[in-house]
């Protein structure tokens, strides 16, 4: 089945009524769920067809509300979303395409955080085909500085293209020295010849010759060292922290920060626009 990601998006001046919810004023009969769109793109990569991964997006109304009283709305429009119905709804889309990370649009996002709504995405682990993808995308990197989860183990290696793993300088790794830490060490040296140099802080990497620097930020918490990376790094946050690309965006313009979540807004049109256009948002994102 692969790696299914699931994107919702606000639709402007849609309804969504589940069924047999009663009629609109006026008289016409209820459409049955007719509203919601729901479909699958993809997979990412066509070109190369080897990477299972499928994008879905779900489309979720603007102004959300059930039916009320003699079977007829009440009040004047836009009425307000009804949270309970519409949490039912996502988890249900979650569950219908067997989703393993969801986002959400960005302005969408804002308005459920302030709804304390507890359907909060952005906290699942980029998956290793979109990691291998972009890390073979970046062009000039001699050096990767890896920032390591403190309280979680990682099984096995860092999904990382060969070509890009021979060209490297160094190979930096920032945080405790689990087990993940021993099989990325016995692998670079045994593979490429390349040690494996632990640092105690992103400062101490100002001291190496380093032309273009890989940031793997695979924290779930913490925020981003921006002042001590070098001038034109790369910055791949393996879980699309709102609060790390907000730190980067607003104080070093020079970093490019990317994400699986900004992956998708990027090389994606939405919906209400162009529709999902995936040939062209991967050619374009090849040539950067």
Known sequence: MGYRILYFYKRENTFYRERNTGRMGGGRKNRQAGNVS????????????????????????????????????????????????????????????????????????RELEALEFGFTP????????LIYRLTGQFRGIDGILYL??????????????????????????????????????????NEYGMPLMPVKSAGELATC??????????????????GALPRGSVYLDLWSDLGRRTQIAEGRVDIKYMSEYLYLVQ??????????????????????
């Open 38 to 109: 729901f479909e699958e793109k993809g997979p990412l990569g066509e070109q190369d067809g080897d990477f299972p991964v499928r994008v879905f997006f779900c489309g979720l109304p603007e102004y959300y509300a059930r039916a009320a009283g003699l079977g007829r709305w009440k009040g004047n429009f836009p009425i307000p979303w009804n949270p309970g119905q519409l949490l039912r709804l996502m988890q249900n889309c979650c569950e219908y395409v067997s989703a393993d990370a969801y986002y959400l649009e960005e302005g969408f996002e």
């Open 122 to 129: 952005g906290r699942q682990r980029m998956c290793p085909e």
């Open 209 to 226: 010759r380093i032309s273009r620097l890989l940031v793997l930020d695979d924290r779930q918490e913490g925020g981003a060292d921006r």
């Open 267 to 288: 090389n994606l049109d939405t919906p209400r626009e162009n529709g999902y256009n995936v040939r062209e948002g991967n050619e374009q994102c090849q040539k950067k």
């Open 148 to 189: 390591a989860e403190e309280s979680r183990e990682r099984q096995g290696e860092l999904p990382l293209q060969d070509k890009l793993l021979r060209k490297l300088h160094y190979f930096f790794y920032l945080g405790e020295k689990g087990e993940q830490y021993h099989i990325l060490e016995e692998n670079l040296w």
